[in-house]
């Protein structure tokens, strides 16, 4: 019986850290908007390396940065790698969304919004919600973005 109770408190435990690594939607928009300064600081193309790369500065808990052109080529990806330099604007999630072309709408029209779509979740292989972030950059053809599992 003691082995059972230590077994259910060891299972919060873990259920209670793994809710903790879960970002959330304030904390995946603030990494977009520090990203934002870090490319104003550091340029493009150091700023991209670092997002796609560095496992240390732009990724937190469960959110890292992406960054999508206006074309939809992914220009950089701290999730997958893998991605980078795919033209993904025609890509659909499973319900049919053409998810990246809103991201570039709304980007461009608003400057800043969420976008809801569906997304393997990298921790659990699984197709679950995701809700992303987006911010155009300046003036240029090109957004910023995080998103979250909620």
Not at 6 to 16: C, D, E, G, N
Not at 34 to 48: L, V
Not at 110 to 120: A, L, P, Q, R, V
Request: with cysteine; net charge positive.
């Amino acid at each position: 019986m003691k082995r059972f109770f230590i077994m259910i408190i060891l299972s919060a435990i873990f259920s209670l850290l793994n809710a903790a690594e879960k970002g959330t939607a304030p904390e995946a928009e603030k990494m977009v908007k520090d990203a934002f300064t870090f490319i104003e600081k550091n340029g493009r193309e150091t700023a991209f390396r670092e997002f796609t790369t560095n496992r240390n500065i732009f990724h937190q808990k469960d959110l890292f940065i992406f960054i999508v052109d206006f074309k939809g080529v992914i220009l950089a990806q701290g999730g997958n790698p893998a991605l980078l330099g795919k033209n993904m604007l025609d890509s659909k999630d499973p319900d049919g969304r053409l998810f990246i072309r809103e991201m570039i709408e709304l980007a461009s029209q608003k400057n800043t919004g969420w976008i809801d779509y569906k997304w393997e979740n990298p921790a659990t292989g699984k197709i679950e919600k995701k809700s992303s972030f987006v911010m155009k950059y300046k003036n240029e053809d090109f957004l910023i973005g995080c998103g979250i599992y909620p």
